[in-house]
């Protein structure tokens, strides 16, 4: 949502909340609108009129990099650079100076231009927010662009696709807000000091077809920069700014993608006067004398606007990949580089940037057949597989089978198909990070959290989480440490893995020591996969005890879906992972009955909360831990567990899920405590010697609790970063006031330097401790 003008900072000078001092015009940006002028006596291009200087240098320039005479230059790259250009003679010295620079996937041929930041389109291929704008799209029945195809090329459906991507970014990340004080800090720099780092993009062949088709100047870092910039000259002038795209307009409002031409660059040039904004943009003549009274007399709103309107831009015209790496590796190594800090307000999601290296990793598993087209368009998001369950329905019968066989074909090691985990681990090695299980398994996860459907950063981290780490556990990866293979079953009827997995528990000798058949052990890991993702789970609401208005019981929010450690151990649970609750659960016969009625509970049209066969209780995370948290008694019920000590108890009917196991809330709390040692002989005289915490049990769970602790704490900061300063403090009418209007507790009282600087010794102690953990196990995975 656009701001008022009024709130802007940059505007006042005197502002005392402003991070910097205005950069002065005069000497360091362009103050002359961009003229286009053929050169006379040169041949002309196929378009009919002769390049510029800048076009003759840019054929010269792609002469060079592509190994063939200047001629074979596509006129219509010529012109998107001319198009773009702000900087005259300039640019001409600078494409002249033209570099080949490489990084890890190959080399790309780059020159710095000084371009008009209107006529710059933001990227169309790009990891921030990849995964929401995702969902965007599918409103439109239309999907991303993840990759850049060879010789530069960006296939869209249309011209209308393209610009509902950019439509659909700009929705994740708005960039003309104006509130939180990062968003702030971020305009005021580039209104005050302009775009100092420079951009970075290629010349990109958009092809929607044969006959419809131009070469476009696009960013492949400095989305946010450009769209920021182009949304605040906006908001000062009141008119459109954004002129990339504009010769694809027709006057009835249809767009088709067209090449610029001589014609189409001239009206950009008089478009870019923005003679319609309240201020002088530009100086009315270009001598010395009038561009001196401009500058006598510029508004704030025109200098910040001229700022604002060139930026330098690094372009690229070709690429050259090493061996086994392809066009589109070379540009994510480019875009992926450092994103600079102060005009940057937040780097790459996590989730984002895992997601789009895994969609590096399913195309070379496209590439080499080891996944349909169909099913990369599951896996990126494009098609959307419902709930409900159809045996019929290509290429995945349910969004259960179809979430969890993202994480078997990525990161199981299958020996039917071993060659398929070798590529995956090829692949990352290609992307220069660790080709471990582990990043394996926190790569692709985040696409198995696409196809679950899920939302929002919270919802996205909890369930990446739990699929990562039981997805890197030998005990789902690794096919061959196993009897059969369970991933040849999970697109199999439910009734059909049920009666498989009871078989195998009635043959078993000893079910709670034996390894879980493969009937078993697919249906646990459905069953984890159908619990984490569940909707109807995530958003469990229970009565809090109060009543509301009309007398019904009040229900609070209280989702229940699987976690990797129960939510920190919410209501006494013991933080077990989440694979070892379900894998107990199928050694089970009641526990087979469970995970049989949560697969089931999500395999319908709109998924519902799963309900015990048995009790009739619902199967929430704590209820599940619970119960399976130790392995079941000889009996096959929970209780003892198979190392003979005292279990967890089985949830009474009147469990509550805030929990407490009595109606009068004083029931057990906490789970019973798992010993540091197992109790054999002749251990006792180490015991009084040995720190608890060496156990490797025991480790594990004070780092999960550590973790969980972390986790509480930022979303707590959360929580305080988004209060507002209450109306009547603010001095508004709190009978007409904007609610998204009002500053920041933050912003207003701020936090006291003695309590921050506090802090800083601690942050680091913390932060080193886990940036040694994370290495040392990274070098434990690499040893295996």
């Given at each position: 949502m656009a701001a008022r003008k009024?709130?802007?900072?940059f505007l006042n000078p005197a502002h005392r909340n402003?991070?910097?001092?205005?950069v002065p015009l005069d000497g360091v940006f362009p103050l002359l609108p961009p003229v286009f002028e053929p050169l006379r006596g040169e041949p002309a291009l196929s378009d009919g009129e002769a390049p510029t200087e800048l076009g003759k240098a840019v054929m010269e320039w792609y002469g060079k990099a592509n190994e063939c005479p200047p001629e074979e230059t596509p006129a219509e790259l010529v012109r998107a650079i001319e198009a773009v250009s702000a900087g005259g003679r300039e640019n001409v010295e600078a494409v002249r100076r033209a570099t080949w620079r490489?990084?890890?996937?190959?080399?790309?041929?780059?020159a710095q231009l000084v371009v008009c930041v209107p006529m710059v389109r933001p990227a169309t291929v790009q990891p921030r927010m990849a995964a929401t704008a995702q969902r965007i799209m599918r409103g439109h029945g239309q999907s991303l662009i993840h990759e850049v195809g060879s010789g530069l090329r960006i296939e869209?459906?249309?011209?209308?696709?393209?610009?509902?991507?950019?439509?659909?970014?700009?929705?994740?990340?708005?960039?003309?807000?104006?509130?939180?004080?990062?968003?702030?800090?971020?305009?005021?720099?580039?209104?005050?000091?302009?775009?100092?780092?420079?951009?970075?993009?290629?010349?990109y062949d958009i092809y929607v077809s044969d006959d419809e088709r131009g070469y476009l100047v696009e960013t492949d870092d400095g989305w946010t920069r450009v769209n920021v910039a182009q949304s605040f000259m906006a908001q000062l002038m009141g008119t459109h700014v954004d002129l990339s795209t504009m010769h694809w307009e027709y006057p009835a409002g249809s767009l088709t993608v067209r090449a610029h031409t001589p014609d189409s660059i001239e009206a950009a040039h008089r478009a870019l006067r923005f003679e319609e904004a309240s201020f002088a943009v530009w100086p009315t003549g270009r001598t010395k004398s009038a561009v001196k009274a401009w500058l006598d007399g510029a508004?704030?709103?025109?200098?910040?606007t001229l700022r604002m309107m060139t930026a330098r831009m690094d372009i690229g015209i070709a690429v050259r990949p090493?061996?086994?790496?392809?066009?589109?590796?070379?540009?994510?190594?480019?875009?992926?580089?450092?994103?600079?800090?102060?005009?940057?307000?937040?780097?790459?999601?996590?989730?984002?940037?895992?997601?789009?290296?895994?969609?590096?990793?399913?195309?070379?598993?496209?590439?080499?057949?080891?996944?349909?087209?169909e099913q990369r368009d599951v896996f990126f998001g494009d098609t959307e597989v419902p709930w409900e369950d159809d045996p019929t329905r290509t290429p995945y019968r349910n969004r259960i089978v179809a979430t969890t066989h993202v994480m078997v074909a990525t990161v199981v090691d299958d020996p039917v198909v071993d060659l398929r985990y070798r590529l995956v681990r090829d692949t990352l090695k290609r992307l220069r990070v660790p080709n471990s299980p582990l990043q394996a398994a926190t790569t692709t996860a985040s696409l198995a959290g696409l196809v679950a459907g899920l939302d929002g950063d919270g919802e996205m981290g909890q369930f990446t989480a739990v699929i990562a780490r039981s997805f890197r556990k030998p005990e789902l990866r690794d096919i061959a440490q196993h009897v059969g293979n369970w991933t040849e079953l999970i697109d199999r009827d439910v009734e059909e893995i049920v009666e498989g997995a009871r078989r195998e528990l009635a043959a078993a000798v000893h079910p709670q020591r034996a390894d879980l058949g493969r009937h078993q052990r697919a249906l646990a890991v459905l069953a984890l996969v159908a619990h984490a993702a569940n909707p109807a789970l995530r958003d469990y609401q229970r009565q809090d005890g109060g009543t509301r208005f009309d007398g019904a019981p009040r229900l609070v929010r209280h989702p229940s879906s699987m976690t990797l450690t129960g939510r920190g151990g919410r209501g006494g649970v013991m933080k077990v992972e989440a694979d070892v609750v379900v894998m107990n659960a199928a050694r089970s016969p009641e526990g087979i009955d469970q995970l049989e009625a949560i697969v089931r509970a999500a395999i319908v049209e709109e998924p519902v909360v799963p309900v015990d066969p048995a009790t009739g209780e619902d199967l929430l995370e704590e209820w599940l831990r619970r119960a399976w948290a130790k392995a079941p008694g000889i009996d096959g019920r929970p209780g003892t567990g198979t190392d003979g000590l005292a279990g967890s108890p089985v949830p009474a009917r009147d469990f509550r899920a805030d929990g407490s196991d009595h109606r009068d809330g004083q029931g057990l709390r906490t789970a019973?405590?798992?010993?540091?040692?197992?109790?054999?002989?002749?251990?006792?005289?180490?015991?009084?010697?040995?720190?608890?915490?060496?156990?490797?049990?025991?480790?594990?769970?004070?780092?999960?609790?550590?973790?969980?602790?972390?986790?509480?704490?930022?979303d707590r900061a959360r929580v305080l970063a988004e209060t507002r300063v209450a109306p009547v403090r603010a001095g508004v009418d709190e009978k007409d006031y904007d609610p998204d209007g009002l500053p920041f507790m933050i912003d207003e009282q701020g936090i006291d330097p003695d309590v921050e600087n506090g802090t800083d010794k601690s942050l680091e102690t913390l932060r080193g401790?886990?940036?040694?953990?994370?290495?040392?196990?990274?070098?434990?995975q690499a040893r295996r």
């Open positions: 009024s709130t802007f900072q402003l991070i910097s001092d205005a490489r990084n890890h996937a190959g080399r790309l041929s780059v869209a459906r249309s011209a209308e696709h393209l610009i509902n991507i950019s439509k659909a970014q700009q929705k994740v990340r708005d960039p003309a807000a104006y509130v939180g004080e990062a968003e702030k800090e971020f305009a005021d720099s580039l209104a005050l000091e302009g775009i100092r780092e420079e951009i970075r993009g290629f010349v508004t704030p709103e025109a200098e910040a090493y061996r086994r790496n392809s066009d589109h590796d070379v540009i994510y190594a480019d875009m992926a580089r450092f994103h600079v800090k102060g005009q940057n307000p937040t780097l790459w999601g996590k989730a984002d940037d895992e997601a789009f290296k895994a969609r590096t990793v399913v195309n070379d598993l496209v590439h080499d057949r080891f996944l349909t087209k019973v405590a798992v010993p540091l040692w197992p109790d054999s002989p002749g251990e006792e005289d180490e015991r009084s010697d040995a720190d608890p915490l060496s156990d490797p049990g025991t480790w594990g769970k004070e780092i999960n609790a550590l973790a969980d602790g972390i986790d509480g704490l930022a401790f886990l940036r040694q953990g994370v290495m040392a196990y990274l070098k434990q």
